[in-house]
């Protein structure tokens, strides 16, 4: 069992709050395709809307904490040494396609005794699949798939020690933004030398899907803080190494995982 703390169930309490207007506006975007306007503002308002929700009930439950937010931005508490970072609704392109894989994504990140701060918790939850992936610093990381039952189970990564047998996922550069010559020789370089790449357009799922052994790593670049916080703790916490590809801090937004052996595999490949 996870042992999980009070601070995890209030983040999981809330992500469950927000994911109910999620599924009822999810169950909406089928029939909005076929408007002229189309559903993208209605997506919009359903991001808005879950970040709202998240942010009141975080709120309600730790007064004082600052949060980092998809939406809203930066926003200062009067705690200083605890700031939650939020995505209320990552894979919004998957969401307005009516494609169900997204998720929402919550992290807290601590000051403790005057060190910098670091990600010590991260959930990411489907509320399609009520799939909920979760991690502690130094408890480990855990799947609650409500829909099968079974309480939480343990997160074991991939033991793949082949390159030609594994499984990447990545993000793929669109609408102009930079970096595609680059990516298509990333593409190219692990593509010709592995078993495939999948990109499903949730970063946060991808990491969770990594730390559960669907995959056997991840890599992109671009992402945000939000896209990737709780993704990365629960991909430490079940044993996957993680870094940056650029050599910052990976919560920039070039990030890289995998187990052990592969992981300077798939780093030569993609840097």
Same mark, same amino acid.
């Given at each position: 069992?996870?042992?999980?703390? %009070? ?7 809330? %992500?469950?709050?927000?994911?109910? &207007? ?52 930066? =926003? ?17 392109? &998957? ?10 994504? =919550?992290?807290?990140?601590?000051? =403790?005794?005057?060190?910098?701060? $670091? ?6 939850? &489907? ?16 799947? &609650? ?21 594994? =499984? ?8 102009? *933004? ?33 730390? %559960?052994? *669907? ?16 993704? +990365?703790? +629960? ?19 070039? +990030?890289?995982?995998?187990? $052990? ?11």
């Amino acid at each position: 069992m996870s042992g999980m703390s %009070a601070i995890m169930g209030v983040m999981q309490a809330a %992500a469950r709050k927000a994911s109910r &207007n999620l599924l009822r506006d999810f169950g909406e975007v089928e029939t909005l395709q076929v408007s002229r306007k189309g559903p993208a503002d209605f997506v919009s308002r359903a991001d808005r809307k879950a970040e709202r929700t998240i942010h009141e009930e975080l709120s309600r439950a730790r007064p004082g904490y600052g949060f980092l937010m998809e939406e809203a931005g930066a =926003i200062e508490g009067t705690d200083k040494s605890h700031r939650f970072i939020v995505d209320p609704l990552d894979g919004t392109t &998957n969401f307005l396609h009516g494609i169900p894989h997204f998720s929402i994504s =919550i992290a807290l990140e601590r000051e =403790i005794d005057g060190d910098p701060r $670091e990600l010590v918790a991260g959930m990411v939850y &489907n509320p399609v699949t009520d799939d909920m992936w979760f991690a502690e610093k130094g408890r480990g990381a855990y799947i &609650n798939d409500g829909t099968r039952g079974g309480g939480d189970r343990r997160l074991r990564p991939s033991g793949r020690t082949d390159f030609a047998d594994c =499984i990447f996922a990545t993000g793929v550069p669109f609408k102009g *933004r930079p970096g595609h010559a680059k990516f298509l020789k990333e593409l190219h370089q692990v593509m010709g030398t592995s078993a495939g790449v999948r990109r499903f357009g949730a970063a946060s799922l991808d990491l969770a899907w990594a730390a %559960a052994g *669907r995959y056997d790593g991840f890599w992109e670049r671009g992402l945000t803080p939000w896209d990737v916080a709780a993704g +990365i703790v +629960i991909a430490r916490e079940a044993g996957l190494q993680v870094e940056s590809l650029s050599g910052g801090d990976p919560l920039d937004g070039d +990030i890289i995982c995998a187990n $052990e052996t592969i992981f300077p595999l798939l780093k030569e490949r993609v840097t």
